[in-house]
């Protein structure tokens, strides 16, 4: 059974950074593609951040770009989420999710992991 444990979410100022972690155990992840989402209060959830199995490829919503950077360590099978100048907008749960390369859909989900971004 695939498991996937996000952490490392926590609650922290604006300006301020935290590097997320998701262990992925219980399957084959290579080839696979790993994402971030994120649900705010009351909104749905939204694409953050993916990363292909080599690393080469990866890519961004548009409110994060230049400030959160993907990565993966396939030794370890842990993909990361390193968040820089972190808004109160940023503020939401995180979830780590992994997919085949030939579809959008997500198969696997994470519990996800909080973070608040206080003014």
């Known amino acids: 059974q695939v498991q996937l444990v996000e952490s490392g979410g926590g609650l922290v100022q604006a300006g301020d950074s935290l590097r997320l972690s998701c262990a992925a155990s219980g399957g084959t992840f290579s080839s696979k593609v790993m994402g971030w989402h994120r649900q705010a209060p009351g909104k749905e959830r939204e694409f953050v951040a993916s990363i292909t199995w080599s690393g080469a490829l990866t890519w961004y919503a548009d409110s994060v770009k230049g400030r959160f950077t993907i990565s993966r360590d396939n030794a370890k099978n842990t993909v990361y989420l390193q968040m820089n100048s972190l808004k109160p907008e940023d503020t939401a749960v995180y979830y780590c999710?992994?997919?085949?390369?030939?579809?959008?859909?997500?198969?696997?989900w994470g519990q996800g992991t909080q973070v608040t971004v206080s003014s």
């Open positions: 999710a992994v997919r085949v390369p030939t579809t959008s859909r997500y198969d696997y």
